[in-house]
Nanobody, 115 residues
């Protein structure tokens, strides 16, 4: 099973920026797609963004124009650049990929947007 480790979360004021990282234990160029999800307190986990191995990207409407997903195959790492953050972006952010018939998740990183 692929091991995924997120980092980069923290406390930021509204309008601020953060960059999340997701480091994989295997070569990510082998993954068809990698995704970011998030889960706010009391809510279900929701999909945020996806990037494929041919760099096709898509975003949830709630983050489109503010978040950018990217990947660095040489570093086996996926990123989520988050700009113009809003309090409603507060959540635990998880990365995910499906490989070898197994869906792998990281442990999550907390993002809190508050003044």
């Amino acid at each position: 099973q692929v091991q995924l480790v997120e980092s980069g979360g923290g406390l930021v004021q509204p309008g601020g920026s953060l960059r999340l990282s997701c480091a994989a234990s295997e070569s990510i160029f082998r993954f068809n797609a990698m995704r970011w999800y998030r889960q706010a307190p009391g809510k279900e986990r929701e999909w945020v963004a996806v990037i494929t191995n041919v760099d096709w990207r898509n975003y949830a409407d709630s983050v489109k124009g503010r978040f950018t997903i990217s990947r660095d195959n040489a570093k086996n790492t996926m990123y989520l650049q988050m700009n113009s953050l809003k309090p409603e972006d507060t959540a635990v952010y998880y990365c995910n990929t499906d490989f070898g018939g197994i869906s792998s998740w990281g442990q999550g990183t907390q993002v809190t947007v508050s003044s």
